[in-house]
C-alpha cells in the first residue's frame, strides 16, 4: 500500500469512527429520554430532569426533549420554566399538540378561566384527541358547567374507551353536582380495580363523603393514608362541600 493509499485509509477510518460515536451518542440521548418519560410517568420528575440535564445539551432545539422538561417541571410545580418550555416547542411547531395540552394543564392551575377558553379551542381543533376532551371537561366543572363537562367526558370515553382518567372525572363531576348515586356507581368499579390510583379513590372518598358514609370515605382514603391524615382530607372535603353549597343560592 502506498504512503498516499494508507492516508486515505487512515482518514476513512476516523470518518466511520466519528460516524459511529456518533450514533452512540444519539442513541444514548434517545436512552435518556426514553428513561426520563418513565421516571415522571413514575412520579419521579427530579429524577427525569437529571436525565434530561444531560440530553438538552446536545439536543437543545430537539421538540420532544423541550416537552419533556415541560413536563417535568410542571409535575414539580415550576410553572415558569414550564411555560417556557412549552412555548419553545410551540414556537418550533406551531401545531404541537403535546405543548398545547401542557400549557393548558398549566392554566387550569393557575388560570381556570383562561384554561377554559384555551382548552374550547384545541377541541375544534383536535376533535379527536380523547385527552383534551378530558381537560376541557375539567375546565368546564371549574366553571360549575357540569353538565356541560359531562358532556365532554363521555366524548372522551367515546374516542378511547381505555381512558380511566375521563371516567373517573365523569365520577367526580357527578359528586360535585350532588348526584351521589351516579358517582359511586361510576367509581367503585374504578377503585375497586387492580391498576387504581390515589386519584380515582379520593374521588370516589368525597363521593362517599357527601352521601353521607364517612366511614366509607376514611377507609377508601386509608389505603394511602394514615388515618390522621384521612381525617385532615375529610374536613377539606367538608369544607370544599360547605362552599360550593353556597355558591349554588
Known amino acids: 500500500m502506498t504512503v498516499r493509499a494508507a492516508g486515505r485509509a487512515m482518514v476513512a477510518g476516523c470518518a ?3 460516524l459511529l460515536a456518533g450514533c452512540a451518542t444519539d442513541k444514548a440521548g434517545e436512552k435518556d429520554l426514553k ?15 437529571e436525565l434530561l440535564r444531560r ?19 410542571a409535575q414539580l410545580g415550576r410553572y415558569q420554566p414550564a411555560i417556557l418550555f412549552f412555548q419553545d416547542a410551540l414556537d418550533k411547531d406551531h401545531n404541537c399538540v403535546d405543548a398545547l395540552k401542557g400549557l393548558a394543564r398549566i392554566d387550569l392551575q393557575l388560570n381556570p ?5 384555551r382548552l374550547e379551542d384545541m377541541s375544534r381543533r383536535f376533535p379527536h384527541d380523547a385527552q383534551i376532551w378530558t381537560d376541557l371537561g375539567i375546565a368546564r366543572d371549574f366553571a360549575g358547567r357540569h353538565k356541560a363537562a359531562r358532556d365532554a367526558y363521555f366524548q ?3 374516542l378511547d374507551p381505555l381512558l380511566i382518567s375521563a371516567q373517573s372525572n365523569l365520577g367526580l363531576s357527578y359528586a360535585i353536582s350532588g348526584r351521589y348515586d351516579s358517582a359511586r356507581f361510576m367509581l367503585q368499579p374504578l377503585a375497586a380495580s387492580a391498576d387504581a390510583t390515589p386519584k380515582i ?3 370516589l372518598a368525597y363521593a362517599q363523603l357527601m352521601a353521607g358514609d364517612e366511614d366509607a370515605a376514611r377507609r377508601t382514603l386509608m389505603h394511602d393514608m394514615p388515618r390522621a391524615r384521612a381525617n385532615k382530607v375529610l374536613q377539606s372535603y367538608r369544607v ?10
Open 156 to 158: 372522551a370515553m367515546k
Open 240 to 249: 370544599f362541600g360547605i362552599q360550593r353549597d353556597a355558591a349554588r343560592h
Open 35 to 49: 428513561t426520563a418519560q418513565v421516571e415522571m410517568d413514575n412520579g419521579a420528575p427530579m429524577a427525569a430532569l
Open 55 to 73: 440530553h438538552v445539551q446536545s439536543h437543545p432545539e430537539d421538540v420532544p426533549t423541550l416537552l419533556a422538561l415541560g413536563r417535568a417541571n
Open 113 to 117: 378561566a383562561k384554561a377554559l377558553e
Open 201 to 203: 379513590r379520593a374521588n
Open 16 to 18: 466511520v469512527a466519528v
